[in-house]
């Protein structure tokens, strides 16, 4: 799925859960998995280009005794890089168990029952 990161979000808030249920669930999962695994990408990669230039920080007359620290900062802020996409795939693997969750609930207990009546609500699985 190509597109900017608001028209993405922007498609997951227009997903209607009306009419097939099941298969705008399935969509809606896929393309917040999607997103979400994006995101932890990107967030790695900014990782690494934020260390990467705050090391050429090494000699800077501000940060004095350069060296060592400037490398031990560098880790501590890109830390919460790592946390941030940690917490993206988190995201991701939780709309894996969302779906999942709904086809146990509601798909496979119907396809088990013998007794199928004809449905005519609303919205339908």
């Given at each position: 799925?190509?597109?900017?990161?608001?028209?993405?979000?922007?498609?997951?808030?227009?997903?209607?859960?009306?009419?097939?249920?099941?298969?705008?669930?399935?969509?809606?999962?896929?393309?917040?998995?999607?997103?979400?695994?994006?995101?932890?990408?990107?967030?790695?990669?900014?990782?690494?280009?934020?260390?990467?230039?705050?090391?050429?920080?090494?000699?800077?007359?501000?940060?004095?005794?350069?060296?060592?620290?400037?490398?031990?900062?560098?880790?501590?802020?890109t830390r919460q890089f790592r946390k941030?996409?940690?917490?993206?795939?988190?995201?991701?693997?939780?709309?894996?168990?969302?779906?999942?969750?709904?086809?146990?609930?509601?798909i496979e207990t119907d396809a088990d029952?013998?007794?199928?009546?004809?449905?005519?609500?609303?919205?339908?699985?």
């Amino acid at each position: 799925m190509s597109g900017t990161g608001k028209a993405r979000i922007d498609k997951l808030g227009d997903t209607d859960f009306r009419g097939k249920v099941g298969k705008n669930v399935a969509a809606y999962s896929k393309d917040s998995q999607r997103l979400a695994h994006d995101f932890a990408a990107e967030l790695d990669d900014a990782a690494e280009r934020a260390r990467r230039n705050m090391l050429k920080l090494r000699n800077h007359p501000m940060l004095s005794p350069g060296g060592v620290a400037v490398r031990v900062r560098a880790r501590r802020v890109t830390r919460q890089f790592r946390k941030a996409k940690e917490a993206a795939l988190a995201v991701s693997a939780e709309m894996v168990k969302f779906n999942a969750q709904y086809r146990r609930e509601f798909i496979e207990t119907d396809a088990d029952r013998k007794d199928k009546k004809r449905w005519s609500g609303e919205v339908d699985l």
